[in-house]
């Protein structure tokens, strides 16, 4: 039992007197998905199948420093960095929960926050953590919610006392659509990209096909990065050392036909979809979840495939901080309310009209929404602020709605 409910308790209040964004009420195509840690999503595939992530790349053109990156990592093999069970008692891979009308709870950053969506999210307080029990581990946190599609991630987080999270950093992700974080952003993860899609799990293998790329990280990075990745995490420049989003491809040529079933499906999703650099780590460390129906043994056989059997595809230009794209940032040309003063407990409708923005978030009490309004029951007097962001900027605006 929290020895403080307070803060957890006042939120609730609120959080309770706030309704989500008017057009997010039906979403059949998260409908689909399981709820609760390590649900099956029964088919569903996060972000259009336009995205990069969900991109066929089998046969995209070889980058010209394809060889310049791949031979710098040697002949280290590729290895899994997930499976069932636990190894010296800390789970292998990453968990991850799928939750329905879920409370919203505060979040708190402590370190990079200015590059993080504000809270609330739908996190619970029994949501799995990465590597519990692991000082040194990232302690990252992936919640997707069935009742409005999306997708929260934080990174170094820990449940407080109050029911509130704190975390290091952390986004929110429309499943529903194409996102543009502001670029030099960084999320849950370093280079900037979502996590959870990127993630080998169990329920695609069972069915026979993973029909998106892999995450995967490398101990030495270049200062840049290649979309959709907005981040980088060193200074070096040394051409031989891949970019944040660099995509690695198996070779058509590299015969699978010998492997065992799941390793053999994850190899092919290596050859049709590839893998991203999405942090630093050990050398061809390749992610997915930790669940109990994985054949260890099996999975094991992935490390056979050595990095010489990959080469590095182009997928667009390689940025610095120092020559990426500029552009205007997101509008916010109106943001108004149906009322203005209102007794407690009111209905009340926030409107905006914007321009140049992938996605908003609305504090405090709603969070991540879509479309152009929200509904909010303020039970004392509250300013509320919009953040409207895309890949140039974020950008707020705020109104006050007072409690008589």
């Known amino acids: 039992m929290f020895k403080s409910i307070s803060l957890l308790a006042l939120f609730a209040t609120f959080s309770v007197a706030c309704a989500q964004t008017s057009n997010s009420a039906s979403l059949p195509s998260c409908s689909q998905m399981g709820i609760g840690q390590g649900a099956s999503l029964d088919g569903f595939v996060p972000f259009p199948a336009t995205d990069p992530l969900n991109q066929n790349i089998s046969t995209l053109p070889v980058a010209s420093d394809s060889s310049a990156i791949i031979g710098l990592l040697g002949s280290i093999g590729l290895h899994p960095d997930f499976g069932a069970g636990t190894y010296d008692g800390i789970n292998i891979g990453m968990g991850y929960e799928v939750v329905g009308s879920q409370a919203l709870v505060p979040i708190n950053y402590v370190d ?32 997707l919610s ?19 999270w704190n975390a290091a950093s952390g986004s929110v992700w429309d499943l529903l659509n194409d996102n543009a974080r502001p670029y030099t952003w960084t999320s849950a993860d370093a280079a900037g990209l979502p996590i959870f899609p990127l993630l080998a799990r169990y329920d695609e293998v069972a069915a026979g096909e993973i ?29 031989g050392f891949a970019p944040m989003g ?6 058509a ?46 999975l094991h056989n992935i490390s ?22 500029h552009g205007a940032a997101p509008v ?43 509904v909010v ?15 140039f900027g974020s950008t707020t605006k705020t109104i006050t709605i007072t409690v008589q």
Not at 304 to 309: E, H, L, M, R
């Open 246 to 251: 660099t995509r690695f491809r198996l070779k």
């Open 304 to 325: 056979k495939v050595p990095a010489s059997a990959f080469e590095v595809v182009n997928t667009g230009a390689i940025w610095t901080y120092s020559t990426l794209p």
């Open 332 to 374: 916010i040309s109106s943001l108004t309310s149906t009322a203005s003063s209102v007794t407690s407990g009111t209905a009340v409708t926030v409107k905006w009209e914007t321009t140049g923005a992938s996605y908003f978030v609305l504090t405090p009490g709603i969070g991540a929404v879509r479309g152009n309004s929200a």
């Open 146 to 164: 069935e009742s409005n599609c999306f997708l929260y991630e934080l990174y170094h987080a820990a449940l407080q006392t109050d029911g509130s």
């Open 253 to 298: 040529s590299y015969d699978i036909s010998g492997f065992t079933p799941q390793a053999k499906i994850v190899l092919q999703a290596l050859k049709t979809y590839g893998m991203i650099v999405a942090d630093n780590g050990s050398n061809m460390f390749i992610q997915g979840t930790n669940d109990s129906r994985w054949n260890n043994d099996d």
């Open 211 to 239: 029909r998106h790329a892999l995450r995967f990280t490398v101990a030495h990075t270049r200062d840049a990065f290649i979309a959709p990745a907005t981040h980088v995490a060193s200074s070096s420049p040394t051409v």
């Open 377 to 391: 029951k303020p039970t004392q007097t509250t300013t509320y602020t919009l953040h409207a962001n895309s890949h």
């Open 112 to 143: 990079y926050g200015s590059q993080s969506d504000p809270g609330p999210m739908p996190i619970p307080a029994n949501a799995p953590v990465e590597g519990a029990g692991d000082s040194s581990a990232d302690h990252h946190v992936l919640i």
